[in-house]
């Protein structure tokens, strides 16, 4: 059964302190992976898509690389308003139809 | 731009009431349409997901149906809500051309 895992579970930062978050994935042949910021009460923002072993992307303080087993979200020097649930999602089927999600990194950034 | 709508926001129902939940996505045409729970600790579950009016794919077997009346609406039922119903359940969309899930901001379901 595909699976997506991610750790930690939670993490708390100070300000300025940087840190990754894991995704590892289960599947051959990867079709893409989603990374997803979700706020308390909301449903999930997107913030980026990986298609190949090697590809990095960047948006602010956040910066997402996959590898052939599983993707990082690295974050540099957070923000308390970085403080969320960031989900990683796997593509299965043709068309992006269907998506595994994992269960989340809960991250706190202490100012 | 694309939006998406849900509602209600939250919805406190007894058992073996009925349910209807609505989804409409504005600036998009023929998107993909989508329906997940959310349970505590559990990832997203997709629950339905639909490519066209009326046609709807079933992901797991449940107290629920979806249907899709119109090309941008989408709509989560129930005849009798069980206690196990209770959850987040959000709608997302996404275009036939291969681009992410955007989603909705959810309805939280709780049971009595």
């Known amino acids: 059964e595909d699976q997506v895992t991610q750790s930690p579970e939670a993490l708390r930062l100070q300000e300025g302190e940087s840190s990754s978050l894991n995704c590892s994935y289960t599947?051959?042949?990867?079709?893409?992976l989603f990374w997803y910021r979700q706020d308390p009460g909301k449903g999930p923002e997107f913030l980026f898509t990986?298609?190949?072993a090697g590809e990095e992307k960047e948006k602010e303080r956040l910066k997402a690389t996959l590898t052939k087993k599983e993707s990082f979200l690295h974050i540099t020097a957070p923000k308390p308003e970085d403080s969320a649930t960031y989900l990683c999602?796997?593509?299965?089927?043709?068309?992006?139809?269907?998506?595994?999600f994992g269960t989340g990194t809960r991250l706190l950034v202490s100012p | 731009s694309q939006t998406i709508h849900q509602w209600p926001a939250t919805l406190v129902q007894p058992v073996g009431s009925p349910l209807s939940l609505e989804c409409t996505v504005e600036?998009?045409?023929?998107?993909?349409l989508y329906w997940y729970r959310q349970a505590a600790g559990r990832g997203l579950q997709l629950l339905f997901y639909?490519?066209?009016?009326?046609?709807i794919s079933s992901e797991v077997p449940q107290n629920l149906s979806a249907s899709r009346p119109q090309d941008r609406q989408f709509i989560l039922s129930s005849k009798k809500l069980l206690l196990s119903d209770s959850g987040f359940y959000l709608c997302?969309?996404?275009?036939?051309?291969?681009?992410?899930?955007?989603f909705g901001d959810g309805t939280r379901l709780s049971i009595l």
């Open positions: 997302a969309w996404s275009s036939r051309e291969n681009q992410p899930q955007h």
């Open positions: 599947v051959s042949g990867l079709r893409g």
């Open positions: 990986l298609y190949s």
């Open positions: 999602a796997e593509v299965l089927g043709t068309g992006f139809q269907k998506l595994v």
């Open positions: 600036g998009t045409s023929n998107p993909n």
């Open positions: 639909s490519v066209g009016i009326g046609q």
